[in-house]
């Protein structure tokens, strides 16, 4: 078991140190404000290398791209290029200024494409909860003149190759709706207004609104103490519809926002690394 214990450790060891990691990248700047990623990668691979844009959670409201760190580091151990990114939370933007960020994490990546040596043909994104929600909207708006901030390498695509969400909301309208109060305190507040005054911002601030034939390949993750499923009837369904193909993974005993808990953590990356590879 020592030796065990041992051989795993210098493979972990080992693991990190074919890393390479620069941090605190400005990848987008809003008057004042610069937004930040860290960026992952093997120091020894061949380029260009596949990219994948990491989108925190907590709701629009909080959380942080460290939580992230662990899965920016696995999926860069697997050979791709992975930026972890911040973005405005709620109390600095409102709805679309998440949704923009993203969108401008994925530009800048393509306009530095060759000094990062990323494939700018082959990017694609993974968020979990309020994450997932935003880089499904990223994913469903290209071209949407609603959602481009006109500068931050506004000549250069945001669009995605395929992205992952897990645990996340994609009908904002059913979700207010199905709730008890017919109110959801971050709605609330990222939306600036309830359901009742401003209906159609719920309705704007929905992937499944903005799915159509050109939206890329969705892989949906739930925990199995998580609503498996649940969330996702009417989004797949139009996603067949539309023929764009879409799967569903259930990760056995995980709750909600356990992707980077050690014990589920190795699972949920396994399953993003098989669609990711199937998707670019």
């Given at each position: 078991?020592?030796?065990l214990a041992?051989?795993?450790?210098?493979?972990?060891?080992?693991?990190?140190?074919?890393?390479?990691?620069?941090?605190?990248?400005?990848?987008?700047?809003?008057?004042?404000?610069?937004?930040?990623?860290?960026?992952?990668?093997?120091?020894?691979?061949?380029?260009?290398?596949?990219?994948?844009?990491?989108?925190?959670?907590?709701?629009?409201?909080?959380?942080?791209?460290?939580?992230?760190?662990?899965?920016?580091?696995?999926?860069?151990?697997?050979?791709?290029?992975?930026?972890?990114?911040?973005?405005?939370?709620?109390?600095?933007?409102?709805?679309?200024?998440?949704?923009?960020?993203?969108?401008?994490?994925?530009?800048?990546?393509?306009?530095?494409?060759?000094?990062?040596?990323?494939?700018?043909?082959?990017?694609?994104?993974?968020?979990?909860?309020?994450?997932?929600?935003?880089?499904?909207?990223?994913?469903?708006?290209?071209?949407?003149?609603?959602?481009?901030?006109?500068?931050?390498?506004?000549?250069?695509?945001?669009?995605?190759?395929?992205?992952?969400?897990?645990?996340?909301?994609?009908?904002?309208?059913?979700?207010?709706?199905?709730?008890?109060?017919?109110?959801?305190?971050?709605?609330?507040?990222?939306?600036?207004?309830?359901?009742?005054?401003?209906?159609?911002?719920?309705?704007?601030?929905?992937?499944?609104?903005?799915?159509?034939?050109?939206?890329?390949?969705?892989?949906?993750?739930?925990?199995?103490?998580?609503?498996?499923?649940?969330?996702?009837?009417?989004?797949?369904?139009?996603?067949d519809s539309?023929?764009?193909?879409?799967?569903f993974v259930?990760?056995?005993?995980?709750?909600?926002?356990?992707?980077?808990?050690?014990?589920?953590?190795?699972?949920?990356?396994?399953?993003?690394?098989?669609?990711?590879?199937?998707?670019?």
């Amino acid at each position: 078991m020592i030796l065990l214990a041992l051989f795993a450790s210098n493979l972990a060891i080992s693991a990190e140190e074919e890393i390479k990691t620069i941090g605190d990248l400005t990848y987008a700047k809003y008057e004042e404000q610069e937004l930040k990623l860290d960026l992952h990668r093997l120091k020894k691979r061949a380029r260009p290398l596949p990219c994948i844009v990491t989108v925190h959670g907590g709701g629009w409201l909080g959380g942080s791209r460290k939580s992230w760190e662990k899965i920016a580091r696995d999926l860069a151990l697997e050979g791709f290029v992975v930026a972890n990114i911040s973005y405005r939370l709620a109390e600095e933007a409102k709805f679309p200024g998440a949704v923009l960020d993203c969108k401008a994490a994925v530009r800048w990546l393509r306009a530095n494409h060759e000094k990062l040596g990323i494939d700018p043909n082959r990017i694609a994104g993974v968020g979990g909860s309020a994450g997932g929600h935003l880089i499904a909207m990223a994913a469903t708006t290209v071209g949407n003149p609603d959602f481009k901030d006109g500068k931050n390498n506004s000549e250069e695509s945001d669009a995605l190759s395929s992205i992952v969400i897990m645990g996340s909301g994609v009908d904002q309208v059913s979700r207010v709706l199905e709730s008890k109060s017919k109110s959801i305190a971050n709605c609330v507040i990222f939306f600036g207004a309830e359901y009742h005054e401003n209906p159609e911002i719920y309705k704007e601030a929905s992937p499944i609104t903005h799915l159509s034939k050109s939206t890329p390949p969705i892989l949906m993750m739930d925990g199995e103490k998580d609503k498996p499923g649940q969330r996702y009837g009417d989004f797949r369904k139009k996603l067949d519809s539309l023929g764009v193909k879409n799967e569903f993974v259930m990760i056995p005993r995980a709750a909600h926002g356990e992707w980077g808990k050690e014990a589920y953590r190795p699972l949920f990356v396994k399953e993003m690394v098989k669609f990711f590879r199937s998707n670019f």
